[in-house]
């Protein structure tokens, strides 16, 4: 291997470090910390509905006529596209695609590869839920692209979905130190997770009972993703001074001796 081979992997797997405040990082920690309770309060009081048929449980099928009573041609299209690309097929491409051109393209891999561990975190806590759940999905009568005999909770489009736009919100932003580049990004990622909620309930496969524990689910799954990247790259330099935030400077450190 070339010298320029080894430089350019060396470059790759070394830990990138991006400088911060000592109060931009205690927000972003204690922010980390809010997002998993609040995620877990959301989770469980999905899980004990389900379990218990009780709370929220009750508003499932309340919903579900609500969205049957919406369908029509041109919206089942859209939905269709939705649940494809968002599907066990469309979502493993989409992140394949993104942290392969992310890896290439960064100077560090660390955030493409913190992307797709916190994916695949999902996909197996999605994996693990359902069989102990064991929730029954909607009639099948009611499902508009034929019939799906798996456990319904929690909703593995719309967990994948927001893991994607959540943690990658956030790993952009970031770095940026602009809040409208944050409001963007979350904004963005906040009308992606609704649509697809929409799509999967608006299909028929889902109770909404489903998809709002997967929205808690993420939220957890992307505040360890926050705990996590900030512990390990964010370095702390002076007082947060307009002169400082313009010039903050990147450090690296290589992951093996």
């Not at 009972?209 to 002076?238: E, Q, W």
């Amino acid at each position: 291997m070339s010298s320029v081979e080894r430089g350019w992997w060396g470059r790759k797997f070394t830990l990138e470090r991006h400088a911060v405040t000592a109060e931009e990082r205690a927000v972003l920690l204690r922010g980390s910390v809010i997002l998993a309770i609040v995620g877990a309060l959301v989770f469980a009081s999905m899980l004990v509905g389900v379990l218990t048929r009780s709370g929220v449980q009750y508003l499932d099928r309340p919903v579900e006529t609500w969205f049957n009573s919406l369908r029509q041609p041109d919206r089942t299209g859209v939905m269709v596209f939705l649940a494809i690309v968002f599907g066990p097929v469309g979502m493993p491409i989409i992140v394949l695609v993104v942290t392969v051109v992310w890896f290439l393209l960064a100077r560090h891999a660390w955030r493409p590869i913190l992307l797709a561990s916190s994916m695949v975190l999902g996909v197996a806590t999605a994996q693990l839920t359902a069989p102990l759940v064991r929730h029954p999905r909607p009639p099948i009568g009611l499902m508009l692209l034929g019939p799906d005999h798996t456990f319904s909770f929690p909703s593995g489009h719309v967990l994948g979905a927001s893991d994607f736009f959540l943690i990658g919100a956030f790993l952009i932003a970031s770095r940026t130190h602009r809040r409208w580049v944050t409001v963007l990004l979350f904004s963005i990622a906040a009308v992606m997770i609704a649509v697809q909620v929409f799509s999967r309930l608006y299909l028929g496969y889902h109770w909404l009972t489903d998809v709002t524990a997967s929205v808690g689910l993420s939220m957890m799954i992307t505040s360890v993703a926050i705990a996590v990247d900030t512990h390990v790259t964010a370095r702390i330099t002076g007082s947060a001074g307009p002169s400082q935030s313009t010039c903050r400077s990147r450090s690296s450190i290589r992951l093996s001796p």
